[in-house]
C-alpha cells in the first residue's frame, strides 16, 4: 500500500503515513467489495516506511476492524514515536482491530501525544517490537482510555505492553499475555504519574529487572 508524505506541522513536520486522518470520519473495515458481508480483511500497510495512521489535532474518528501492520516510526523523516498509529492531541476510537508487526522506538503500536483516546473493543495487539512501549502515552492533560485489549507476545526494552511516560490513562480489563521486555515492565511499565489499573489479566510476561 504504502505511504504519502503530510505536513503534521509543530514538531513532527512533514510526515509519512498511509492514511492520516483531518475529518471526522468513521473508517470500518473487513467488508468484501460488494459490501455484501463484513468478513474480509482489510489491510492499512505502510510497507515500513512511515506511520500506517495518523490522526490530526482533534479529531475524534473511529477506526475499526483493519489489519493495521508494518508501520515504522524510525522510517526517514519521522522521530521514532509511534509504528502503526500516531494520535496528536485528538480523541479517536480505536476499535476492534488487528495491529501487529509494527516498530517504533517509542510506542509501535500506538503512540499517544497528549491525547485522549479510547484504544479498545477488543484490539488485538501483537508481535510489535519497540525500545519503550507498545502502547505509550505521553500525556499532560489529557486522559487515555486503554480497556478492553488483547495485548500478546510483543517485545520492547520497556514496557513490552503498555509504557506509562506521563499524564492520566485509564488501563482497564485488557489481557497482557506473554509480553516480554528484556529491561523492566513485562506487562505494564509506569515510568511517572499515577495511571488507574486495575482488573486487568497478567499471564506469562517477563522481564529482567
Known amino acids: 500500500m504504502g505511504v ?33 458481508e463484513q468478513d474480509d480483511i482489510t489491510l492499512i500497510d505502510p510497507v515500513s516506511e512511515g506511520y500506517a495512521i495518523f490522526v490530526a489535532p482533534g479529531i475524534t474518528s473511529t477506526v475499526q476492524n483493519f489489519h493495521i501492520v508494518n508501520g515504522n516510526g524510525n522510517a526517514p523523516g519521522l522521530n521514532g514515536n509511534g509504528g502503526a498509529i500516531y494520535i496528536q492531541n485528538a480523541s479517536p476510537e480505536i476499535m476492534g482491530n488487528e495491529i501487529y508487526s509494527n516498530t517504533a522506538t517509542a510506542g509501535s503500536a500506538v503512540y499517544i501525544d497528549n491525547a485522549s483516546p479510547t484504544i479498545g473493543g477488543g484490539n488485538r495487539v501483537y508481535s510489535n517490537t519497540a525500545v519503550n512501549g507498545t502502547i505509550y502515552v505521553n500525556n499532560t492533560v489529557a486522559t487515555a482510555n486503554i480497556v478492553n485489549n488483547f495485548l500478546l507476545n510483543n517485545q520492547a526494552t520497556n514496557g513490552a505492553g503498555v509504557y506509562h511516560a506521563a499524564g492520566l490513562a485509564n488501563i482497564w480489563h485488557n489481557d497482557f499475555i506473554n509480553n516480554e521486555a528484556t529491561g523492566a515492565g513485562g506487562a505494564v511499565y509506569v515510568a511517572a504519574a499515577s495511571p488507574n489499573i486495575r482488573n486487568n489479566i497478567l499471564t506469562g510476561n517477563s522481564a529482567t529487572t
Request: cysteine-free.
Open 4 to 36: 504519502h508524505t503530510y505536513d503534521a506541522g509543530g514538531t513532527l513536520g512533514v510526515i509519512s503515513t498511509t492514511v492520516h486522518i483531518t475529518k471526522n470520519v468513521i473508517l470500518v473495515g473487513g467488508w468484501r467489495t460488494d459490501f455484501s
